[in-house]
């Protein structure tokens, strides 16, 4: 069952959203819903911020070889940096 929610959200962050979910193709709803979804399952908190870019950056589709590349370094570098906290 879904229920209406009304969020008070800054405007450009609303609209970079869009754009997000847009390039998913996905409604901006389903990707708030996801998300929620995904932070109540998880029990996530603020501080494990590192666990859910790490989860969020297999989710990536990166066409170019150049930025494959610079995908794959990043997501080592910081997946490594993670290990140590």
Sequence with gaps: MSTKLTLSIDEAVIEKAKVFARSRRKSLSKVIE???EYVTENDASP????????KLADTLVVDRTDD???????KDKYLDAS???
């Design 34 to 36: 996801q998300y929620l």
């Design 47 to 54: 501080l494990a911020i590192s666990e859910t870019v790490a």
């Design 68 to 74: 494959a590349l610079k995908y794959a370094y990043l």
């Design 83 to 85: 290990d140590s906290d």
